[in-house]
RNA sequence: GGGAGCAUAGCUCAGUUGGUUUAGAGCAUCUCGUUUACACCGAGAGGGUCCGCGGUUCGAACCCGUGUGCUCCCA
């Protein structure tokens, strides 16, 4: 079979993984052998791939594939998240759209929608998946709403209930006024922005007419104030403490009163305390039994409670209050003040502090176990500097609201009464079972879901059934999971809250190790995002480049525990690689065509040694850098070695002479090594790598299954050998280059050595690499001719053409500069007394060799040189 | 405000307990070369105050202190 002329993705990749499914090679059952089970962090079901799941999956596939092939039994579970809150925004703007708003329907209603929508876009990237390569056993594809694990959240919804674990309370949360829903701490992304400090001056309800100055960035909310707090030592202030002020505009009295929490120096050192709107003034407030008037709608706008500004938005009244302010002689001065502001991760909506009724897990004893596990590396993370990062959030958890005012999720299983009494069961006929005293009542569910991460905390147990059939087959064969691949971003959302779902009800940690995947970021260093819009198309590269070259781009620039700085570079990168690969491919198949079955010739022999040696050595050292999580480096490694070693110097060491015959033996050798190396590449490029693997010869079976070969011992000598003829070759190239010896004009070279049998082996191989017509021993100089010096051996090459020696003395001298600078290092140590009492012996013994070498190096330049 | 991390070639990064030839790789740059696998290529070269300062040590890119700059997390 003749090769194309350029290698072509599309078609190829289409074809095997078409062939890698039909032959169930994904698909895993519980066997004999050991598991590697891997579970996707699941997409939301609307979303689509981009730059962060495609580096994300490429490693999980490298992993699961490399698993594969070293003989365990891998299970790389898919499937996807229903995402409460990101889908049901975009299913009302979809209706939008339409016209239809989300409160002309009822509930069902908008579900309906909803699974329309989930069936239409949902799974998408699940799709886009397959196109990467990624060898996901889709027999197992998963949905956090699939019936058994609706069911199963509900169960644990009222089994945490039942243990205590699980409250209603009313407390500040963060409330999204476009969503109209909770958040919790983690849904709110704080963002630094350029606001205005408003200094407002409130008149005391004395006889003479008395000020006192407040500073705040929020003068819209001065109708919800009910105190003014100062520090108890503030001299400025302590004959006001007791007195009441005016709130502007109104005739409403509020006290000043006094709490060390009040920094002195901050603003004026007076605080207008609005317990509704305000997470600190709240506490402030309880704490001194404050009234809370709220004065804000769900949707942000102003309320009723307020004299003022009733029925818009708070944003444009702070634009409106100020001039009211001013007209009143309230405002005092406006300074530029920068400051934190939270904004809601779905919808951006700025986040409102406010008093509501919710649902909330208590999370103090869910984390001991948890925080444990990770601390004492039962689970390790990679890189280890985020067991920092678990520990100071597990050390200062707070407690998990888990309900959001959606209807797209798992709702939550409460029902009340006329007089507001809570029953918590899996249904409504449990609830009438466990609690009699409801028979014959009119109950109401909780309209309230659940946040999403309360299912995704269950997936690597319910995926395995491992709660709606506890202690199945599959649950104990393939929990705890191998390795969690995901981005550290959601440590928090996702990872910590795993854990603890695992030990809550299995008992034991939910997977072994945590890889912690960088934040891809573009050129410039910005977080690659869609709202951004910097963020490539996906799908366009893997068309112009393939699968292999997008992934071979990914993970070369992805160093572990770092972020990648996307660039369509390393892409051509790989594009390129993929070029050599085949090539190399091609030069193979055409020797095919003049196999001769002679003898090995000598050379030969110990070239397919030392690539032996190196192979070996190689993969000793991925081994080593994969158990490590080094991902990137084992590329690179794998990378060099198939471009360097094994095409640029192997097979030209081997390459028979223009026209001449080909070895059998060696032939034969040669496609093994390089299906070896196809073997080592397959995890990182799948889809090449087998297609050439079938190209080489007759295959029994596909390499995707191929189990590597294992271990073998590496040859040091034959390694060294090595290093030494590509040293003599490239120091002889180098002297051809700089005295402008054409390519085509052959030298007549002169070694000068002690010792010529290494040199005997690899004569055939040195003359061919560079262009030598002859290779001759000699042991006194030869005449003008090009000297160079390596180690302790001298080379004399002979050309035609006249020498310059100019050139030639000032690189020797060069040279000779360089040699007795570094001796002068090696000396000034030696010397030192406190050295050589201190020093270990073998550093000693390592400092006289470095003496003795470079004094006969600098012996040998001094000899060429005095010969010029 | 509290915490974590980073700073090595133009760029992206290695550099394992301090000593392994006065710091390594890939990409980019420059020179030469169209020799039948590959110009999506080959051969070669240049390029570094290891962020600044101080300290520990016989010896520091590596350990300690400090300053500067950047990033992330939490409030």
């Known amino acids: 079979m003749e090769l194309s002329k ?9 074809k095997w993984y078409a062939h890698w499914i039909k032959n169930g090679y994904f698909h895993s059952t519980p066997n004999e052998k050991k598991a590697y089970t891997v579970v996707i962090p699941p997409p939301n079901v609307t979303g689509v791939l981009h730059m962060g799941h495609c580096l994300n999956n490429t490693i999980q596939d490298i992993l699961v594939r490399r698993a594969r092939m070293q003989g365990f039994n891998p299970c ?21 759209e339409r016209g239809i708003s989300k409160s002309s329907l009822t509930r069902d209603e908008f579900l309906a929608y909803a699974w329309e929508w989930k069936e239409k876009y949902g799974g998408i990237i699940l799709q886009q998946l397959r196109k990467m390569g990624c060898s996901l056993d889709w027999e197992r594809t998963s949905f956090t709403m699939d019936p058994d694990y609706y069911e199963t959240v509900i169960k644990v919804f009222v089994d945490l209930h039942k243990k205590g674990k699980i409250y209603r309370g009313k407390r500040m949360i963060n409330w999204d006024v476009r969503a109209k829903t909770a958040l919790s701490d983690e849904e709110v992304i704080h963002k630094e922005v350029n606001g205005k400090m408003y200094y407002i001056r409130y008149r005391l309800d004395v006889a003479n007419e008395e000020y006192i100055t407040i500073a705040t960035v929020r003068p819209e909310t001065i109708f919800g104030d009910t105190a003014i707090c100062v520090h108890p030592e503030d001299a400025r202030y302590k004959h006001l403490v007791g007195k009441f002020a005016f709130i502007p505009m109104t005739n409403k009295l509020i006290p000043i009163i006094t709490d060390d929490y009040i920094e002195m120096d901050f603003g004026t050192g007076a605080l207008k305390v609005t317990p509704a709107h305000d997470m600190n003034d709240f506490q402030l407030g309880q704490k001194h039994n404050l009234e809370v008037v709220d004065i804000m709608n769900d949707d942000g706008t102003i309320s009723d409670a307020s004299p003022m500004y009733v029925g818009q938005d708070r944003i444009d009244v702070r634009k409106l209050i100020v001039p009211d302010l001013e007209a009143a002689g309230n405002l005092v001065k406006i300074e530029d003040y920068v400051h934190q502001v939270g904004f809601s991760e779905r919808t951006e909506a700025i986040v409102e502090p406010r008093l509501s009724l919710q649902w909330w897990v208590d999370m103090k004893q869910l984390a001991t176990p948890a925080l444990e596990a990770v601390m004492s590396d039962e689970i390790k993370f990679h890189p280890a500097k985020f067991k920092n990062v678990y520990r100071h959030w597990m050390d200062n958890i707070k407690d998990w609201c888990i309900s959001r005012q959606l209807w797209w999720g798992h709702r939550i299983p409460a029902w009340y009464d006329a007089e507001g009494n809570v029953y918590v069961e899996t249904s409504l006929e449990k609830v009438y079972e466990t609690y009699p005293e409801t028979k014959g009542k009119n109950l109401h569910q909780d309209s309230d879901c659940l946040d999403t991460w309360f299912s995704s905390w269950l997936w690597p147990i319910e995926v395995f059934k491992g709660m709606s059939n506890p202690g199945n087959e599959e649950i104990n064969y393939y929990y705890p999971t191998s390795t969690l691949v995901t981005a550290p971003e959601i440590i928090f959302f996702w990872v910590a809250r795993m854990i603890m779902a695992g030990e809550e009800y299995m008992g034991k940690i939910p997977f072994k190790d945590v890889y912690f995947t960088g934040i891809v970021r573009d050129k410039q260093g910005k977080k690659m995002s869609k709202s951004l819009g910097n963020s490539p198309d996906l799908l366009g590269l893997i068309d112009q480049f393939g699968a292999d070259a997008v992934r071979f781009g990914i993970m070369i620039a992805s160093p572990a525990g770092n972020d990648l700085l996307f660039d369509e570079s390393t892409i051509e990168q790989g594009k390129n690689f993929n070029n050599k690969l085949w090539n190399a491919a091609k030069l193979l198949k055409m020797w095919e065509t003049r196999i001769e079955d002679t003898a090995v010739p000598e050379d030969a022999g110990f070239a397919m040694d030392w690539f032996q040696a190196k192979l070996s050595n190689t993969q000793n050292t991925v081994d080593e850098l994969l158990k490590e999580f080094r991902l990137s480096e084992a590329l690179k490694v794998i990378y060099s070695l198939i471009w360097d070693d094994y095409c640029s110097w ?29 073997q080592l590449l397959h995890p990182f490029m799948p889809f090449i790598t087998e297609e050439i693997h079938h190209a080489l010869k007759t295959q029994t079976e596909d390499i995707c299954v191929k189990l590597y070969a294992p271990k073998t011992s590496v040859n040091e ?22 005295n402008q010896i054409k390519p085509k004009d052959a030298i007549e070279l002169f070694i000068q050595t002690a010792h010529n049998a290494p040199y005997q082996t690899i004569q055939n191989i040195l003359a061919k690499q560079i262009n030598a017509a002859t290779i001759q021993f000699t042991t006194t100089a030869i005449g003008s001719s090009i ?17 310059d020696t100019v050139s030639l003395k000032e690189n020797l001298l060069k040279d000779l500069a360089h040699q007795q ?13 406190k050295f050589v009492q201190n020093a270990k012996p073998e550093v000693l013994a390592i400092e006289q060799k470095k003496k003795a070498d470079a004094l006969a190096r600098i012996q040998t330049i001094e000899e060429s040189l005095s010969q010029l």
Do not use: C
């Open 76 to 96: 790389w579970v898919p499937g996807t998240d229903h995402a409460s809150i990101a889908t049901e925004a975009k299913v009302v703007a979809m209706l939008r």
């Open 717 to 738: 000598q034959v390694l060294k050998a090595g290093e030494l003829l590509q040293n003599v070759i490239s120091t002889l190239r180098d002297a051809r280059n700089k």
């Open 6 to 14: 350029n290698y072509i993705p599309g078609e190829v990749e289409t």
């Open 650 to 678: 192997y097979l030209e060491w081997i390459k028979p002479g223009f026209e001449q015959p080909m070895n059998k033996k060696v032939y034969e050798n040669t496609i093994e090594f390089y299906d070896a190396l196809l």
């Open 787 to 803: 000297v160079v010096a390596l180690e302790k051996d001298k080379f004399y090459l002979v050309a035609d053409q006249a020498i």
């Open 821 to 833: 600078g570094f001796l002068v290092s090696v000396d000034k140590k030696l010397s030192n007394v």
